[in-house]
C-alpha cells in the first residue's frame, strides 16, 4: 500500500492589543454595544482619511523580529478590492507587495526533537465588521465595532506535516505574541483565527499537491479534527485514483467534515493596488534596533533558566512559564524571599486551582510580588499553617488583600471578642443574681436566662457556644 | 490584450455596474482603447528603471495608540437606510 504524508501550511491571523483601532482613535474594546465603537473613518465615509495607529507598526516589527525575519524597511499598503457588507469602504487596507517582514523562522521541541517552521511573511492589516444573520426578518445585521482593529496576518512555509505539530507551531505563537503583549491571543473570542492550507502526497515525493484552504479556525480542537478529517479525505480520494480539487472548504465541526466554499475559478478577483491614503512607510534601523533590545526572554529560554537559578523541574517551570504573568510573579517573588519551591508550589498548585475555579486569566489576580513574599515568609517561620495560608493567598488571589493586614485583623478579632465577652457576661452574672443562685441549686432554665441576657448584651453577634463556655467558667 | 465580452461583464459585475446595451457597447471600446494604450508603453525598455511604488515623496505620518470616545454615532446611526436595535440591517446575505 503506498503511503501518504500530509503538507501544511497556516494563515494565522492575530488581532493585537492596541487601545485604538489601525485608522482612527475608536476604541477595540471587546463586548461592546453593537456599533458603539465607530467612526466616519471605520465607517468608510467617503472623504475620511485613514492615520496609522504608530504602536501597530511597533508591534508588527516586534513579532517580525520575534520570528527571525528580515524587516522591510520601505513597505507599503495596498487595498484589497471586495464587496461584502462587513466591509464598509467596500475594500480592505492590507499589504500585499511589499509586507512589513519577510522570510522568518519559529523553532520549537516536539516528542521527536527539535522541529523549526519558515515563516513566508507578515503584513499588517484591518478587521471587517460582524455579520448576524437574522433567520426570522430575512435580513442580515452588520456590527462594525471590529471594523478596523489592527490586525497581523502570518503566513508560515508549507512545513507542517501533522495536527501535533501544527498546534505546537500554534502554541509557540500564541505564547511569543502575549509574552509581547501584542496580543492575548484569545481563540474563543476571535482575537486568533487560522486558515489551514492543505495538501497529501505520496511519501518522498518533493512537488506539493492541489491543496485545499479551510478558513477561520477558531478553536485548538476544531482545528486537529480538520486536520485530520481533511488529510483522510484527500488520501482516499487519490487511492481511488480521483483528484483533489483546488478549492476553498469550510470545516463543520458538528458534522465532522469539510464543506466546499468555492474552487479557485470562482475565487475572488482582488485588483489590488496601492493605498494612495497612506504614505510609504519608512522603518529605519533606529526603530528596529530599539525594538529588539525590548523583546523579552520568551518562554523556552525562561523554562531553562527557571530550572538552573531556582533549582525547580522542568515539569514546574513549564507551568509556571505558561504566562508571562505567573512567570514573573514567581520570579519576583523569590528575589524578595528567597524559597522558590514555596513559591512555586503555591502558584502552580493553589494558583492554578483558582483560575480554573473563577474563570480567570493570570492577568486577573490581584496578587504582588510584595503581599506574596510576605505570605512565604509567615509561612517559613511558622507564623501561619498551610491551611491557613491557602485560604489567605486565595483572598489575595481574588481580592488583593494583604496578608499580614489581613492576619492582624483576623487574629485581632478573635481576641478581642474573646475579652469583651468575657467582661459582658461577668456584668450579666452581677445584675442577675437571682438566676445565678438558682442556676447553683439545680435550675437549668436559669443558665439559659444568663446566656439570653448576655447574647442580648452583645447585640445577638456573639457565638452561643463560646458564650456557654465562659459563663460555666465564671459561675 | 483584448478584454473580452464575458471578461468585461465579469468586470462591470464585481464593481457593482448595472449596463444598458449601448453603455456596455461603449465602455468595452473605450476600455480597450485604454489598454492599447499602455500596450505601446510596454514597447519602452524599463530593465534600467527603479520601478516607482509612490507617486510623491510623502512619507507616512503616525497617530499614537489613545481611544477617544467621539460622539457622532447617532447621525452616523441615522444615515443608514435601515437601523435596528443598534445593528445597521442590509440584505440578507447567504453564507
Ligand atoms: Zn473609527
Redo the contacts between chains.
Keep these: 500500500m503506498k503511503r501518504y504524508e500530509t503538507v501544511i501550511g497556516l494563515e494565522v491571523h492575530v488581532e493585537l492589543s492596541t487601545d485604538s483601532k489601525i485608522f482612527c482613535d475608536c476604541s477595540t474594546r471587546f463586548g461592546e454595544k453593537p456599533n458603539a465603537n465607530t467612526c466616519p473613518i471605520c465607517m468608510g465615509m467617503p472623504g475620511a482619511l485613514p492615520i496609522l495607529n504608530k504602536k501597530v507598526v511597533d508591534y508588527a516589527i516586534s513579532t517580525g523580529l520575534a520570528l527571525n525575519c528580515t524587516i522591510v524597511k520601505n513597505c507599503m499598503f495596498d487595498r484589497k478590492n471586495y464587496f461584502y457588507p462587513d466591509l464598509p469602504k467596500a475594500y480592505q487596507i492590507s499589504q500585499l507587495y511589499f509586507p512589513i517582514a519577510r522570510q522568518g523562522r519559529v523553532t520549537f521541541n516536539t516528542r521527536d526533537g527539535n522541529k523549526s517552521i519558515g515563516i513566508h511573511e507578515l503584513h499588517i492589516e484591518e478587521d471587517a465588521g460582524k455579520l448576524l444573520h437574522d433567520s426570522d426578518k430575512k435580513v442580515t445585521l452588520v456590527d462594525y465595532n471590529r471594523s478596523g482593529v489592527p490586525l497581523i496576518e502570518i503566513v508560515s512555509e508549507p512545513d507542517m506535516r501533522s495536527a501535533d505539530e501544527v498546534v505546537a507551531y500554534l502554541d509557540k505563537l500564541s505564547s511569543m505574541l502575549s509574552y509581547m503583549g501584542v496580543s492575548d491571543c484569545k481563540m474563543q473570542e476571535g482575537s486568533m483565527r487560522v486558515d489551514i492550507n492543505i495538501s497529501v502526497r505520496e511519501l518522498g515525493d518533493t512537488r506539493l499537491g492541489s491543496r485545499t484552504e479551510i478558513k477561520n479556525m477558531n478553536s485548538f480542537k476544531a482545528i486537529r479534527r480538520a486536520i485530520e478529517g481533511e488529510s483522510k479525505r484527500q488520501i482516499d480520494i487519490l487511492i481511488d485514483g480521483g483528484q483533489i480539487l483546488d478549492e476553498t472548504r469550510r470545516w463543520d465541526d458538528d458534522k465532522n467534515k469539510s464543506i466546499r466554499m468555492r474552487s479557485k475559478e470562482e475565487a475572488q478577483d482582488y485588483r489590488y493596488f496601492p493605498e494612495q491614503d497612506i504614505a510609504p512607510i519608512e522603518i529605519p534601523n533606529e526603530w528596529i534596533h530599539k525594538l529588539h533590545r525590548l523583546l523579552p526572554e520568551f518562554r523556552d529560554e525562561k523554562i531553562i533558566r527557571f530550572q538552573k537559578d531556582y533549582g525547580i523541574s522542568e515539569y514546574d517551570a513549564r507551568v509556571l512559564t505558561s504566562s508571562k504573568e505567573i512567570a514573573d510573579l514567581f520570579e519576583d517573588t523569590s528575589k524578595l524571599y528567597n524559597l522558590p519551591r514555596e513559591v512555586s508550589n503555591l502558584l502552580m498548585v493553589e494558583g492554578m486551582r483558582i483560575l480554573k475555579d473563577n474563570y480567570l486569566d493570570p492577568e486577573d489576580l490581584r496578587l504582588t510580588p510584595e503581599s506574596l513574599s510576605k505570605l512565604i515568609g509567615m509561612i517559613d517561620r511558622g507564623e501561619i499553617n498551610r491551611t491557613k495560608a491557602k485560604a489567605v493567598f486565595e483572598e489575595m488571589c481574588l481580592k488583593g488583600v494583604d496578608p499580614e493586614d489581613y492576619m492582624k485583623r483576623y487574629g485581632l478579632e478573635i481576641i478581642n471578642d474573646d475579652k469583651k465577652l468575657r467582661l459582658v457576661a461577668l456584668k450579666v452574672l452581677e445584675d442577675n443574681p437571682q438566676s445565678v443562685s438558682d442556676y447553683k441549686k439545680g435550675k437549668t432554665k436559669a443558665f439559659g436566662n444568663l446566656v439570653g441576657q448576655t447574647m442580648k448584651a452583645m447585640n445577638g453577634k456573639a457565638d452561643p457556644s463560646l458564650v456557654n463556655t465562659i459563663l460555666k467558667e465564671l459561675i | 490584450m483584448k478584454i473580452t465580452k464575458e471578461r468585461f461583464n ?1 468586470i462591470a459585475d ?1 464593481v ?1 455596474l448595472s449596463l444598458i446595451k449601448e453603455e456596455e457597447t461603449k465602455l468595452n471600446k473605450d476600455l480597450n482603447q485604454l489598454l492599447d494604450f499602455i500596450e505601446t508603453m510596454n514597447e519602452i525598455d524599463t530593465d534600467d528603471v527603479v520601478p516607482m ?4 515623496s ?13 460622539s ?2 447617532e447621525e ?2 441615522a444615515n443608514a437606510p ?1 437601523f ?10 447567504l ?1
Design positions: 465579469n464585481m457593482k511604488d509612490y507617486v510623491h510623502l512619507r507616512n505620518v503616525y497617530r499614537e495608540d489613545i481611544a477617544t470616545d467621539l457622532t454615532k452616523e446611526h435601515d435596528m436595535d443598534g445593528y445597521y440591517v442590509v440584505p440578507r446575505i453564507e
